[in-house]
């Protein structure tokens, strides 16, 4: 069974910074597209970053220049820095594998942003 489990999140002030980890268990992981999400409350949920099996990334201009997503292929986990953070990057965070046989997500970690 395949699992994804984020961590990290957590209460910042605007123009702090944090990182998010999703480990996975099982195989998917390495053929797996890596990327984030979030929610914020009333909102649907939207890409924050994605990374290729490749290494290829992608990114909204929201978080463009601020968010960095990588990825550890040994270890299993994806990562998500996010720096000069801003009270609207307040939601919960999902961490999300795919790819065209399969779609996993985790159960989410907050991320507040104080003003």
């Known amino acids: 069974q395949v699992q994804l489990v984020e961590s990290g999140g957590g209460l910042v002030q605007a123009g702090g910074s944090l990182r998010l980890s999703c480990a996975a268990s099982g195989s998917i992981f390495v053929g797996s597209t890596m990327a984030w999400y979030r929610q914020a409350p009333g909102k649907q949920r939207e890409l924050v970053a994605a990374i290729t099996r490749g290494g290829t990334t992608n990114y909204p201009d929201s978080v463009k220049g601020r968010f960095t997503i990588s990825r550890h292929n040994a270890e299993n986990t994806c990562y998500l820095q996010m720096n000069s953070l801003r009270p609207e990057d307040t939601a919960v965070y999902y961490c999300?594998?795919?790819?065209?046989?399969?779609?996993?997500w985790g159960q989410g970690t907050q991320v507040t942003v104080s003003s």
């Open positions: 999300n594998a795919h790819s065209n046989w399969w779609h996993h």
